[in-house]
């Protein structure tokens, strides 16, 4: 044992002395310093100059190890188990005094520990510090284990030991219980088996521990794995529907989320049941190696997946100083760099550092797949009835063992490496689950697919894994012959070995990108494995975004989602091109991360891909084209102004082809709803739809810019109709038919004519200067808002500041001014969860904050500050959206179209339409669209006298004064952030 440290003068412990401080060595110091504080007539010190020894000595060792750690000198899991053991030294030296304190005078019993357990009281560790490791803000869980007859002696003990670790600061999580009463909670909740499980002795009666564990051994023995490993899949399938269903989040929760600590430790407790598993390092000692599931390679890389998640979250927690488990952006960049990620090519370090945990939580999913079926086995036995191999299916080389293929003995993927396609071909010819024996081969020889680059059988079972019809029942010849769907009793035996694995086009393609074939077989995929996007738009990273995509597609094709997006469901039952449309989902974001326009490159990529793998001239043309231009129709849609007839014919002239149009709309839907659930909505849909409409329209003859006063003339002969028969006299009719632009007559439909027809009515025989009309439209998932008012400038500008107040968001608008000189603007809005306003006490919130605005009742600027709308979180502050300014005159044949991108915030339409009011320009419309924390605002604009901007001078001076207007207001909104953090 060390020495215990010097004292100084001062009374405090030698710090050099300290900083070789153990566990050892801390209960020398702590025995010796509460030794010298103890009175002569007392047992125990006072109790605050106690609390004060511990704390002085928790604070030295949690530096220490802190210290230790960021110097590289500890890893994650060491520091933990470093942590574990000085708590422990820490609370038997609490539970020591505590046996003094609270004993009745001559009871006291001097000597060891085991001297003093006449108490029949245990303090055991239970739950992680249970298991020797203690994260260094985690909880410390405690069980007082008692004797049946000890429940009132052991109570003040108890809150004793209970309120002295609460005085440090420390957060317990405890439970009093005597044997029999552990044994039944066990019994009834799964989570306290768990954690009793893992039941430590730290001090107290070591018979009555020891008795604890004898009997609670039986109870589990008696209780049987299986339930137990039910029970543990139950609950982990329910945590990762809780903190997202895949690894590949790019804000992870490294303990709960799929592929992080929980699953592993999931998996330690089954092998606790079924194997006796003592330690979580020994799922990856050598008795695993010897029973032939793990090879030694693939032991180290579980250990080091192991030690990298410990490390991450000791970082985690120490960054956050609390017990965060989420890596948020905010923290993404800062631990990648205390974990020594730098900037490499085009990828900065915290991309390599979020590539490296993708790549690590894949590999707790591949020792989970191999894992796990084996403890299920070992379990449950073997199934009672399980499907027999055909002869067929023997022949080309596979088996089946409890319903599950697997190649035969003597195959090896090392040597026939196309055989790891053909098992894969053949799992989904016959819908059968692989054995985890399969998946484990097919991981362990992954590398020996690079042969297969240019194998055109292995060509051709790649596309039907990504694209092929679903096998049909009843197949005739050889190899495909009668294809049994599973029985009930087969499903469930697939269900208990299989985790809920469709059989869609993704699953297998999970299976490839999971196995690492993916990868070897298309080189081009290895290089988006687990590369991320940082932004707060993606929510998946590149290579599980894609995936999902194509499931959305799978669902989109069956028809499982014609609800939610109809449209879609309408296109693909005529479509011709499934092949290319599957291929172009795939490759559309496969140049990501590259550096320059990722579509131009991907679009190189599939043109010289598809003949690799069997796709035809005019498929591939397709698949470039589709890659190519796979933003063309989200970023018309949202970004112009589509009732400008010649943003119309620019797309159809790109276009050109109906079935191309298809195609286009098919792949921007699955694109967007595969980014997240939250970016489709109804409005989104709406107006792809229109989009798509108009498209199609040019495309079959229907319109062209010389018909433009026809359909003009035709709008309003149909207003003109409607609103006689609703009794509207013919004088008021031709008044409102005389007072719209051409413009106006052709951004609206007949019903909205109606609508506006009325509200002009009313509000001139009423001389009202202002009239706000609010209309939910749930279907398209916004609300109208209509302000007809005396045209002044700025009068978009106070609205949008009216709206900013409200909390809505603007998602589109169109400004008009009336022949008789009045305003008649249009804003279709949405709450901040992306819906249509339609209660009624937020709908009148909003007519009156717009009319306080407009009468001057509100400063909207001060009120928008002092509503706190600099605020956004740390975790967005982290990424960086600089400001730009793109006037593109080309767009339109008679507006100037500024697009502005910055910093999404409550405001922002505000300030900057604002700036165009100083500017003298007039906005005809709006286009606003959000991709996380990025706002893209786009505006149709005119110059003071009603014409296109043209001059190059002027042109310059107006961008340059909304980027200063951009660069104003976003450090205005930092510093009221900064001043609010320091207050």
Known sequence: MPNA??????????????????????????????????????????????????????????????????????????????????????????????????????????GTQENRSGSNLVVAATGGYGRGLLAPFSDIDLLFLTDEGNAHDAHRLVEYVLYFLWDLGLKVGHATRTITECIEEARKDTTVRTALLDARLLAGDGALFAMFEARYIVACVEAGAAGFIHDKRRERLERHRRFGDSPYLVEPNIKEGRGGLRDLQTLYWMCRNTFGTRHVTDLLAPDFIWMGILTEQEAARARRSWDFLWTVRLHLHYVAGRAEERLTFDMQPVIGARMGYTRHGRQNGVERFMRHYFLTAREVMRLTHVLEPAVLRQAQGPVAIAVKPDEAMREAGFTLIDGQILPERGISFDKEPLKMM?????????????????????????????????????????????????????????????????????????????????????????????????????????????????????????????????????????????????????????????????????????????????????????????????????????????????????????????????????????????????????????????????????????????????????????????????????????????????????????????????????????????????????????????????LPLPARGVTEVTVYSIDVPGLFSKIAGALALAGASIVDARIHTMMHGMALDTFWIQDTVGSAYEETHRLTRLSSLIEQALSGQIDIKAEIAQAGFGHMPLRMRAIHVPPRVVIDNGASNTFTVIEINGRDRPGLLHDVTAAMSRENLQIASAHITTYGVRAVDVFYVKDLFGLKITDKKRLEEIRESLLACMKAAEAQAKALLDAKMSA
Not at 489 to 508: I, N
């Open 422 to 774: 053909q098992l894969l071909d053949w799992a989904r010819m016959r819908r059968r689950p692989l054995h985890p024996l399969a998946r484990h081969q097919l991981i362990r020889w992954e590398r020996r697919a690079v042969e297969l680059r240019e194998d055109p059988e292995a060509a051709r079972i790649f596309l039907d894994l990504l694209c092929g019809e679903a096998p049909q029942i009843e197949t005739t010849g050889r190899r495909r012959r009668e294809v049994a769907m599973p029985s009930d009793s087969e499903a469930q035996v697939m269900t208990s070995y299989e985790q809920h694995a469709p059989p869609g086009h993704a699953h297998w393609l999970h299976i490839l990108n999971e196995t690492g074939i993916f990868g070897r077989l298309i080189p081009d995929w290895a290089r988006i494995v687990g590369q991320m996007q940082f932004d707060t738009y993606h929510v998946f990273t590149v290579d599980e975004h894609t995936i999902e995509a194509i499931r959305i597609m799978d669902e989109v094709a069956s028809g499982r989602m014609a609800d939610e997006i109809p449209v879609a469901y309408e296109l693909v039952k005529g479509l011709h091109s499934r092949r290319a449309l599957y291929m172009a989902v795939l490759l559309h974001d496969v140049a990501k991360g590259r550096g320059g326009d990722h579509s131009e490159i991907g679009s190189e990529i599939a043109a010289e891909l598809c003949p690799k793998l069997g796709m035809s001239g005019e498929e591939t043309e397709t698949v470039s084209w589709l890659v190519l231009h796979h933003l063309l129709l989200s970023h018309t849609a949202f970004q112009r102004d589509i009732d400008d007839p010649k943003t119309i014919l620019d797309v159809a002239d790109i276009v050109q082809s109906p079935e191309r149009l298809r195609l286009l709309l098919l792949l921007t839907i699955v694109d967007m709803r595969a980014v997240s659930s939250r970016v489709w909505n109804a409005w989104k849909a709406t107006l792809l739809r229109e989009l798509y409409v108009r498209v199609a329209e040019v495309l079959a003859g229907g319109l062209a810019t010389t018909e433009r006063d026809v359909r003009v003339r035709h709008a309003k002969e149909i207003t003109a109709e409607i609103l006689a028969e609703d009794g509207i006299p013919q004088p008021d009719i031709e008044r409102f038919l005389e007072l719209g632009y051409a413009g106006y007559w052709l951004s609206f439909d007949h019903e909205t004519h109606k609508r506006h027809a009325r509200l002009i009515r009313d509000a001139d025989a009423r001389e009202a200067p202002l009239t706000v009309e609010v």
């Open 5 to 110: 440290p010097v004292n100084t003068a001062s009374g405090q412990p030698d710090v050099a002395a300290l900083a070789r401080l153990t566990p050892e060595g801390l209960a020398a110091c702590l025995a010796r310093e509460l030794r010298d504080a103890t009175p002569h007539d007392s047992a125990t010190p006072q109790r605050d100059e106690a609390v004060a020894i511990f704390r002085r000595y928790l604070a030295r060792y949690q530096a220490d190890i802190r210290a230790r750690f960021e110097k590289h000198e500890l890893k994650g899991a060491a520091s933990a188990k470093q942590i574990a053991a000085f708590t422990d030294v820490l609370v038997r030296g609490i539970v020591d005094l505590a046996l003094r304190a609270t004993a009745t005078p001559g009871t006291v019993a001097e």
